[in-house]
């Protein structure tokens, strides 16, 4: 069974930064991605980054792309998601996602998901 435990969220102001963690356990292979997506009340789960566990493959949306940055350890079975310059738009629960056979961006294509942590940016 993989579980996905994250931590991180809180509130920031506008320009600041965070770091959020996710960490794995249980047993998952190479061929898994993961991922990191965002949802903000009344809105759809939208796709913030993603990369492969083992390769170093990334994927970022516009929206994030330049100010946010996803990697992992693979040795510790963890993966981050650096967000730098935060605006108000980024306000969102951020989840963690593992198990994609392949490096997408829509939730269905991601099998394991965390609880998600509350990411609050003010203006």
């Known amino acids: 069974q993989v579980r996905l435990v994250e931590s991180g969220g809180g509130l920031v102001q506008a320009g600041g930064s965070l770091r959020l963690s996710c960490a794995v356990s249980?047993?998952?292979?190479?061929?898994?991605?993961m991922a990191w997506f965002r949802q903000a009340p009344g809105k759809e789960r939208e796709f913030v980054a993603g990369?492969?566990?083992?390769?170093?493959?990334?994927n970022y949306p516009d929206s994030v792309k330049g100010r946010f940055t996803i990697s992992r350890d693979s040795v510790k079975n963890t993966m981050f998601l650096q967000m730098n310059s935060l605006k108000p738009e980024d306000t969102a629960i951020y989840y963690c996602?593992?198990?994609?056979?392949?490096?997408?961006?829509?939730?269905?294509?991601?099998?394991?998901w965390g609880q998600g942590t509350q990411v609050t940016v003010s203006s």
């Open positions: 996602a593992a198990g994609g056979l392949r490096l997408g961006t829509r939730p269905n294509e991601y099998g394991y």
């Open positions: 249980g047993r998952t292979y190479s061929n898994y991605a």
């Open positions: 990369i492969g566990w083992i390769a170093t493959s990334t």
